[in-house]
Nanobody, 128 residues
Framework: HVQLVESGGGSVQDGGSLSLSCAAS?????????MAWFRQASGKEREGVAA???????MYGDSVKGRFTISKDNTKNTLFLQMNSLKPEDTAMYYC??????????????????????WGQGTQVTVS
């Protein structure tokens, strides 16, 4: 069982930056995997934001391309999301996730980042 704990959320002004972290109970597995950030705004469905495969290949949702950067540090069992040029529409609960045997960076759309095997509890990001 993989445990994921997000941190780094908060409130920021339009145009500002935030950095999210996701501490995983482990970072190496005996199978291929993808780690991803999803978000869910109030009244909306959860959507994929950014993902990185075990070979460090990234993929981004169209709404965050050029503004967000995903990375991971396997030595620290940590996934990161650097968010720049934040907009009010980025306001949401952000969730970290692990997907086994899913090639996220090769997906046609973020909707193909499924199924998720483990979720974190989420961290709130508010942009005003």
């Amino acid at each position: 069982h993989v445990q994921l704990v997000e941190s780094g959320g908060g409130s920021v002004q339009d145009g500002g930056s935030l950095s999210l972290s996701c501490a995983a109970s482990e970072s190496t597995y005996d199978r291929g995997y993808c780690m991803a950030w999803f978000r869910q705004a109030s009244g909306k469905e959860r959507e994929g934001v950014a993902a990185v495969d075990d070979d460090d290949s990234p993929m981004y949702g169209d709404s965050v391309k050029g503004r967000f950067t995903i990375s991971k540090d396997n030595t620290k069992n940590t996934l990161f999301l650097q968010m720049n040029s934040l907009k009010p529409e980025d306001t949401a609960m952000y969730y970290c996730a692990v997907l086994f045997d899913v090639f996220c960076s090769g997906a046609s759309t973020v909707d193909d980042w499924a199924p998720v095997d483990y979720w974190g509890q989420g961290t709130q990001v508010t942009v005003s």
